[in-house]
């Protein structure tokens, strides 16, 4: 899962320096990145770029568990997104109350909600000077996507 990670970043990091990606151009990295902490869980996920329409909304993926099961949804915001305003606007709060396993992010930073509730808050990269602090993210991050396997 490191290289997963690091690969992650560097297409994210790629993406944003060139400063013309919209929002959508980010989707096929954490597709990837997704399905690789699946792999790398033991487990087989499916990922759905842009599902249709759900009763709540159009979230941006739709997570499967390998057959039939919906085991959550991701929104995605733009690099930069001030996730704490997301959180509280309406199309949040509509997802938070129908779907009980989402994910929002702006690609650096990952809140997993369950119930409505925020269980847990990744952040995959900042300026860190202290390695201390890069390893306690990493390993943040591989709880948080063991959580969101795990259901």
């Not at 690091?6 to 320096?17: D, E, G, H, K, V």
Request: proline share 5%; hydrophobic share 35%.
């Amino acid at each position: 899962m490191p290289n997963s990670l690091t690969s992650y970043l560097q297409q994210i990091t790629a993406l944003t320096q060139r400063g013309d990606a919209r929002e959508e151009s980010y989707y096929p990295a954490l597709k990837t990145l997704l399905e690789e902490i699946g792999t790398a869980q033991g487990r087989t996920i499916q990922v759905t770029v842009l599902p249709k329409p759900t009763e709540a909304g159009n979230p941006d993926f739709r997570v499967w568990d390998g057959s039939y099961q919906v085991i959550g949804y991701i929104e995605a915001k733009a690099p930069g997104a001030k996730l704490d305003q997301v959180e509280t606007s309406e199309q949040l709060q509509r997802y938070l109350h129908t779907f009980p396993n989402l994910i929002l992010t702006d690609f650096y930073e990952f809140r997993l909600y369950r119930h409505g509730e925020l269980l847990e808050s990744a952040l995959l990269a900042c300026d860190l000077d202290d390695a201390r602090l890069g390893r306690a993210i990493r390993d943040r991050l591989r709880r948080a996507a063991a959580r969101v396997v795990e259901v």
